[in-house]
């Protein structure tokens, strides 16, 4: 929570803000494998990852599962399913807990009441103070890189996923299998 709480300071959100934000957290204990949002669910919560980590999926045509992302606490923090967040659809891609997990939820009815009452809080719920955009970044790449070239790029700018992510999981993002083991 220290964690959380110095992101939060670091934001220059007032005692208040944060206040009103330890208010809303609905704190979740994600076992390893457990599924926070699966395939044709509403998501309408914002996550903060405060231990362990979550593999964002796509479930293709074919019926097997494509690693898209990766959200770990110490790489990527926050997470959310954003079509399904912001547009209220339901989702097409699983969140899934890599490791055992301890997270914040955060509902989006909960959080568009808070930027009601405060500009600090507004400023802080966007998309780019959440890392939304580096995450789009990074999920494009994952999306779009040769096996081999996304794999030497996790290995040379991404090591907290190398570190922290198994190979299985990173094995399913696009044939890394022969690369990882």
Do not use: W
Not at 80 to 92: I, L, M
Not at 160 to 180: G, L, Y
């Amino acid at each position: 929570m220290d964690k959380f709480i110095d992101i939060l300071k670091q934001a220059k959100l007032t005692d208040k803000d944060i206040d009103t934000l330890q208010k809303m957290i609905v704190p979740i204990n994600a076992k390893n494998n457990k599924t926070l949002i699966n395939y044709g669910d509403n998501c309408a919560s914002i996550y903060f990852i405060l231990k362990g980590g979550f593999a964002m999926q796509l479930l293709r045509d074919d019926g097997t599962e494509k690693t898209i992302n990766f959200f770990l606490d110490s790489f990527q923090p926050f997470m959310t399913v954003p079509q399904s967040y912001f547009q209220e659809t339901k989702s097409t891609f699983k969140l899934l807990a890599i490791k055992n997990s301890d997270i914040l939820a955060f509902s989006k009815i909960d959080l568009l009441q808070a930027i009601e009452k405060s500009a600090t809080i507004k400023d802080f719920i966007n998309p780019k103070s959440f890392g939304f955009t580096g995450e789009l970044d990074f999920r494009t790449k994952l999306l779009t890189y040769s096996p081999k070239r996304m794999y030497e790029l996790l290995i040379s700018d991404y090591q907290e996923v190398i570190k922290n992510v198994s190979s299985r999981h990173i094995a399913k993002h696009r044939h890394f299998t022969r690369m990882v083991e």
